[in-house]
Every structure is written in structure tokens, then in C-alpha cells.
């Protein structure tokens, strides 16, 4: 793709920092989200650490409840972990950094088949799918029913074939993923609602039992502070957008 921005998983060393990114071995488009978002993270933090110290940081398994990355975070054998929401239990154990990451979460449905919905309870008249471990808002709403699958590839394919009538994603991971596994007359017939069903926003955790908890989310706020100012922080993430970012180990 013209205009790719190539990341390594150890560019951050190349760099002169000190800052080592754990990853686990996932190819699924949030999983390559988490890449990126990860080495912004460790430039941020890189442009404000010590050049002898060494910061590691770990992504976490998506879907998040596979996950064993917050007891190794809270235990200290790494020094934060990447990205979580923030929630009353995550909040007695751990600190917080400022927000890293926004995403909107929408319903992705057929260009022929709009979705018409202001309140959750209009989306009980629809067919929604949705994928097993993870949790919607829209089930809050009285009558709304998901069926649930595999992955997401399903609940796309469904889709195309009109076996269900929407499905609810976080944004730019459905078209990243639409891009990366469907043909472009497939990824013409799917759009998304305008309106989210959920926006998030997610931070990094660091255990408050690590001494170094204060030290390590200043220097990550300053960092990020420092790449927002300059305009790198925007550039990322519109690429990011693009789909011009290949992440390789």
C-alpha cells in the first residue's frame, strides 16, 4: 500500500529507549490495533525515561476475559498493562494513566438494510449478532437478543448473506478487519450507523503494589502530552485510520 508507516515490535530499542513492548502472538485486526497503540505508548514513555531504565509493558488478550495480563500487572512482574477501560474493581488495584485510546463502538449492517434506532429498545426488532466473551450495551435494552458466535469473521459473513441484520463492533477494527479478510465488492455492501452504540476510553493500568507506579504514569502522561503537542499523536492515529500502518514482529 502507497504510504504504508512499517512498526517493528522492538523499534522503540532502535530508538534509544529503554522501553520493552511483551506482546502475545495475535493477528486479529484489535490485536494489530494494540501493536501500534503499544508503540506510541513506549515512545511516549521513552521520550520522558531515564536512558538506564528498562519499562516493560504487556498488551492484553483480546477478548479481554482470556486475558492473564492483569494478575502478571498487578503481581509487578511487568510494569503496566495495555489498554483497559476504567472500572470500579480495576480501580481498587490499579492507577490509572491518562486516556490513550478512544473507541466507538457501532452497528455495522448491509448498505440495502439500514438500522433505524434512537433508543436501544428500537434495535429489539432486529436480528444482532455478536461475538462470544465480549459484552454490549445494547443488551441493556428491553427485548434486544445477540447471537452470539466464534469471531468476528462470522458474524460478517452472516451479514453479507442476511442471516443476521446487524452486528456490533468497535469501528475501526470492523473495517480493518473487513479490508484485511473481505474482498472490496464485500466491504461495498457493509457501512455502519452513524451513531454509536458505546464510546470508550481506554489507559493504561499499573499496579498500585509497584513502587514505581507514580513514576512510570507521569512519565507516560508526559509523553503523550509531548506527542499530542507536536502533532505525531493525531498523525498516528489518522494513519492508523487509513489502514496505513503494517505491524510486523
Avoid at 529507549?17 to 505508548?41: D, K
Avoid at 536512558?51 to 486475558?67: A, C, D, F, M, V
Avoid at 449492517?109 to 436480528?127: G, M, N
Avoid at 452470539?148 to 458474524?155: E, H, K, L, M
Wanted: a negative charge; aromatic letters at 8%; one cysteine or more.
Amino acid at each position: 500500500m502507497v504510504g504504508e508507516r512499517v512498526f517493528r515490535q522492538d523499534q522503540m530499542c532502535e530508538l534509544g529507549y529503554n522501553v520493552l513492548m511483551i506482546n502475545r502472538t495475535r493477528e486479529t485486526p484489535m490485536y494489530q490495533r494494540l501493536l501500534l497503540t503499544g508503540l506510541m505508548l513506549s515512545l511516549s514513555l521513552g521520550l520522558h525515561a531515564e536512558k538506564s531504565e528498562t519499562i516493560t509493558l504487556r498488551s492484553g488478550e483480546w477478548p479481554p476475559y482470556l486475558s492473564p495480563t492483569l494478575k502478571e500487572a498487578h503481581s509487578g512482574q511487568v510494569d503496566g498493562t495495555l489498554v483497559w477501560r476504567e472500572t470500579p474493581e480495576r480501580a481498587k488495584r490499579f492507577a490509572f494513566s491518562d486516556v490513550v485510546l478512544e473507541a466507538e463502538t457501532v452497528l455495522f449492517h448491509r448498505v440495502d438494510t439500514p438500522i433505524q434506532w434512537t433508543t436501544f429498545e428500537d434495535l429489539a426488532k432486529y436480528r444482532i449478532g455478536g461475538t462470544l466473551g465480549y459484552d454490549y450495551a445494547i443488551e441493556n435494552g428491553k427485548g434486544v437478543i445477540i447471537d452470539r458466535v466464534s469471531d468476528d469473521d462470522i458474524n460478517f459473513n452472516k451479514l453479507l448473506l442476511g442471516r443476521i441484520d446487524a452486528f456490533p463492533s468497535d469501528k475501526e477494527t470492523g473495517y480493518q478487519l473487513l479490508r484485511d479478510r473481505f474482498s472490496e465488492a464485500q466491504q461495498s455492501q457493509i457501512t455502519h450507523h452513524a451513531t454509536p452504540i458505546e464510546v470508550s476510553s481506554y489507559r493504561v493500568l499499573f499496579s498500585m503494589l509497584n513502587a514505581r507506579a507514580t513514576k512510570r504514569i507521569q512519565q507516560l502522561n508526559e509523553g503523550l502530552n509531548t506527542l499530542k503537542d507536536s502533532g505525531e499523536y493525531a498523525q498516528i492515529l489518522k494513519d492508523q485510520k487509513a489502514g496505513r500502518y503494517v505491524v510486523t514482529p
